[in-house]
């Protein structure tokens, strides 16, 4: 069925440009690619351990490996796929937190411009905040989770993604 409403699609392109077989087929090929929705991903460099152990359940990622959560994006025309910070570790990385500073978990307040020897105020050159994303689970229980937002300074590390989603198929 599908097939054949794609082979329709063409003729009906052909008919209408005067162009050859192939050419509508490229054309309805490419107009459906930009139709498919897009979106936002940041690319956030893992945290700088230093000589610390690694997070166990993130490998010292700081966010859960492969997860992500959809977020409206301020100033932008799509929707953003947002790391989900490490449950364990609470985004620093490591196994073990003597030598982590302040504000540098999930949660804990964060002062801009507390160390004035990185390049931006607004982050403290992590490139990211934290945001709370809670949500109820089906029992009615609120379940803390928290989301990595890229920080203003981190614009070079967002890529746009397509998501390859499938047409409906036609109902009966």
């Known amino acids: 069925m599908k097939h054949h409403a794609r082979k329709n ?10 162009e050859g077989h192939q050419a509508a087929v490229r054309a309805l090929a490419k107009s459906a690619s930009e139709k ?8 956030i460099p893992a945290p700088d351990l230093g000589d ?5 359940v993130c490998g010292g990622r700081g966010s859960k490996s492969g997860e992500r959560a959809m977020a409206c994006a301020e100033r932008l025309d799509r929707p953003v796929l947002l790391d989900i910070v490490c449950g364990l570790c609470r985004g620093c990385g490591r196994a073990e937190h003597d030598s982590c500073t302040a504000g540098v978990h999930a949660g804990e307040r964060f002062l801009p411009g507390d160390d004035w020897a990185h390049s931006c105020q607004s982050c403290g050159g992590r490139r990211f905040r934290y945001v709370d994303s809670s949500d109820e689970d089906v029992f009615g229980n609120t379940v803390a989770v928290y ?4 920080c203003g300074c981190a614009q070079e590390l967002m890529r746009e993604m397509t998501l390859n989603v499938a047409p409906a198929a036609p109902s009966n």
């Open 9 to 18: 699609e063409a003729r009906r392109q052909r008919e209408t440009t005067g």
């Open 36 to 43: 498919q929705p897009k979106m936002y991903v940041f690319d």
């Open 52 to 56: 610390s152990e690694p997070c166990p």
């Open 147 to 150: 989301l990595r937002q890229p």
